[in-house]
C-alpha cells in the first residue's frame, strides 16, 4: 500500500470507505430512459424568451439566497397553504442531505421502506447515522405494523417514506402515511418527487401532521438539468433548518430558469401529460409482452416490470446494445428479482424500447 492509500485509509471515514457511492450510467450514443427525466426539450420561441431573460441576469452577483422570487412561483403553483413555509435546494437529494444533518446526523437513526430511493441509505450514512430498513408490504404498500413496531425499536429521528415509491413506482395509501405519522415522535418526510403524475398528495394533510416534511423537485417535469428541490413544512422546522442550508445552494441561472418555466407552466402541463398517455400505452404493451411476467403498477413517469425466464442482465445489454439504455433493478432488493425500470420517453423512442424488448428470446 502506498504512503498515500495509507493515509487515505486512515482518514476517511470507515463508513465512507464501506460506502457504495451512487453510480451515474454513462449513455454513450443510447436513448437515455434510465433517470426518470423528461423526454421533451424546451419549445424554439419560448426558448429564446428564455435566453433573453438570462441574458439579464448580473453574472457577477451572488444568487438571492432566499430565493424570493422563485418562492412566490412556487408557491403559487403548488398551492402552498399560506402557514407553511418553502425551503429551496440544489435539488431534493440537497434537501434530504440538509434534513439528516438538521435533524439526523451522528448517533441518531433513519429509517425507510425497502426497496426505495437510494440516496436515504447514502446520506444517512454521511450524516453518520444509522439506517433501518422496512420491507414493503407484498402489495409494495407500506407494511406499517412493521414499520410502528420498527418506530417503538428504533425511534428514528427521520422516516423516509416516498409517495409515489422509486423504484417500484406505485403510490401508497396517505391513511397509512397519516397513521405512521401520528406513531413516531421523529419527523416523517413525505418525498412526493413523482407528485405530477401521482393520483393523489399529501399536500392537503400536511397541516394535520406538524412533524411531516414534504418534498417536491422540479426534475421530473422537465427541469432535472436545473437542480431545484422543494421542501414544504412548518416554519419552525425550516427556521432551523435554514441554519444549516449553505447560502447560495440555489445558483441564479436556476432560479431564473425555474421562476420562467413555472410561469409558462401550461408547456410542463402539457408534457406531463403526454408522458401519462405513453406510460398507459407503455403499460398495455409490456402486459401483452411475453418476455413480461409482471408490470408494477406506476404513479410515476417510468414503469418497473419483471421478466420471465431472461436474465435482467441480459435483457439489459440487449437493450444497450440496441441504443436504449435503462436501469437494472436486480440484485438491489429480493422484490426487485429480474427487474428492469424505463422511463417513459418520446413515443419514438418507447417504440424503439419496445421494439428492442420484443427482439429478445
Ligand atoms: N426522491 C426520489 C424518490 C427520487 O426518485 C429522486 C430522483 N431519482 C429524488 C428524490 C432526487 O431528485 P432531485 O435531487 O433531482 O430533485
Not at 156 to 180: C, K, M, Q, R
Request: with cysteine.
Amino acid at each position: 500500500m502506498s504512503e498515500l492509500s495509507a493515509q487515505v485509509r486512515r482518514w476517511v471515514r470507515p463508513e465512507i470507505q464501506d460506502l457504495v457511492g451512487y453510480k451515474v450510467a454513462d449513455p454513450g450514443d443510447a436513448i437515455k430512459l434510465d433517470a426518470m427525466e423528461s423526454p421533451w426539450p424546451w419549445p424554439g420561441d419560448l426558448r429564446d424568451e428564455w435566453l433573453n431573460r438570462l441574458s439579464e441576469v448580473a453574472l457577477n452577483r451572488y444568487p438571492d439566497p432566499n430565493c424570493g422570487d422563485l418562492k412566490k412561483v412556487v408557491r403559487e403553483v403548488f398551492e402552498v397553504p399560506a402557514c407553511a413555509e418553502l425551503l429551496l435546494g440544489n435539488g431534493s437529494d440537497e434537501l434530504i442531505q440538509l434534513i439528516n444533518l438538521a435533524i439526523a446526523g451522528h448517533g441518531r437513526t433513519v429509517m425507510a421502506p425497502a426497496p426505495s430511493f437510494a440516496m436515504y441509505r447514502v446520506i444517512a450514512t454521511l450524516s453518520g447515522s444509522e439506517f433501518v430498513e422496512i420491507d414493503l408490504a407484498d402489495d409494495y404498500g407500506l407494511d406499517l405494523a412493521a414499520m410502528q413496531a420498527a418506530v417503538g425499536k428504533h425511534q428514528p429521528a427521520v422516516t423516509y417514506v416516498a409517495h409515489p415509491n422509486n423504484p417500484t413506482g406505485n403510490g401508497l395509501d396517505l391513511d397509512e402515511i397519516s397513521s405512521l405519522a401520528l406513531s413516531t415522535e421523529g419527523v416523517v418526510v413525505v418525498d412526493e418527487a413523482y407528485y405530477a403524475y401521482a393520483d393523489s398528495s399529501f399536500l392537503p394533510r400536511l397541516l394535520d401532521h406538524p412533524n411531516v416534511l414534504l418534498l417536491r423537485t422540479l426534475s421530473k417535469v422537465g427541469l432535472a438539468g436545473l437542480r431545484v428541490g422543494v421542501l414544504i413544512a412548518h416554519p419552525e422546522w425550516v427556521e432551523q433548518l435554514e441554519k444549516c442550508r449553505l447560502p447560495y445552494n440555489v445558483g441564479v441561472l436556476a432560479q431564473v430558469s425555474a421562476k420562467f418555466a413555472l410561469e409558462h407552466r401550461q408547456q410542463l402541463d402539457e408534457a406531463i401529460k403526454r408522458v401519462l398517455g405513453e406510460r398507459s400505452r407503455l403499460a398495455e404493451e409490456l402486459r401483452h409482452m411475453p418476455v413480461v411476467e409482471r408490470v408494477l403498477p406506476s404513479e410515476t413517469n417510468f414503469i418497473t416490470f419483471r421478466l420471465k425466464a431472461i436474465p435482467a442482465s441480459r435483457a439489459y445489454k440487449h437493450l444497450l446494445a440496441e441504443g436504449v439504455l435503462v436501469k437494472s433493478l436486480d440484485g438491489s432488493h429480493p422484490r426487485l428479482s429480474n427487474c428492469l425500470r424505463v422511463t417513459v420517453g418520446t413515443p419514438q423512442e418507447n417504440d424503439l424500447f419496445l421494439g428492442a424488448l420484443s427482439g429478445l428470446s
